[in-house]
T-cell receptor, first 113, second 112 residues
């Protein structure tokens, strides 16, 4: 089955700096890669996703890049703000109707004011 | 729309007791999922239902059973709770894979 590894497990940055979180996956058939943000005590919520037919996707201060050859994808947050502090999860999934996502273990991002 | 709802929000059980976690969605989604989240770990899939009338095992199904009651509702049952099942349980749904999953607020379960 799919195995997703996420690094780093914790990340601390100063407000205004950039943050990068990286994930690798094992199943070359995976072609959907979502990122979820989970604030303390809350539910995970999708922030951005990418499919294998594109190499990069951007939404305001958030971007995701995908390297299918190397089987890794990354989340980039620019101009970080204290409200970006949360746990971020990556996931990987094959393109099937059953739709089973395999999640990474999460990265706790702390943005210091 | 309420989205995905879960009951109860919090539950304490003694070892060996049974309970059912309820999940409902009002978005007319086909697929529903049960995950558990333990500290320092990601979301691990327990069971899922790709469509009404079907259920399948995920990564960690042992000790659990599920029922897809209808298109809206997907319940998770612990027949004989164990301390290792102490966790936060999230239900999720989506129209079908692979698309955005919408999560419920979670159920915190403590098994003593």
């Amino acid at each position: 089955g799919e195995n997703v590894e996420q690094h780093p497990s914790t990340l601390s940055v100063q407000e205004g700096d950039s943050a990068v979180i990286k994930c690798t996956y094992s199943d070359s058939a995976s072609n959907y890669f979502p990122w979820y943000k989970q604030e303390l005590g809350k539910r995970p919520q999708l922030i951005i996703d990418i499919r294998s037919n594109v190499g990069e996707k951007k939404d305001q201060r958030i971007a995701v890049t995908l390297n299918k050859t190397a089987k890794h994808f990354s989340l980039h947050i620019t101009e970080t703000q204290p409200e970006d502090s949360a746990v971020y999860f990556c996931a990987a999934e094959r393109n099937t109707n059953a739709g089973k996502s395999t999640f990474g273990d999460g990265t706790t991002l702390t943005v210091k004011p | 729309n309420a989205g995905v709802t879960q009951t109860p929000k919090f539950q304490v059980l003694k070892t060996g007791q049974s309970m059912t976690l309820q999940c409902a969605q009002d978005m007319n989604h086909n697929s529903m999922y049960w995950y558990r989240q333990d500290p320092g770990m990601g979301l691990r899939l327990i069971y899922y239902s790709a469509s009404e009338g079907t259920t399948d095992k995920g990564e960690v199904p042992n000790g659990y059973n599920v029922s897809r009651l209808n298109k809206r509702e997907f319940s998770l049952r612990l027949e004989s709770a164990a301390p290792s099942q102490t966790s936060v349980y999230f239900c999720a749904s989506r129209l079908q894979g692979p698309e955005t999953q919408y999560f419920g607020p979670g159920t915190r379960l403590l098994v003593l």
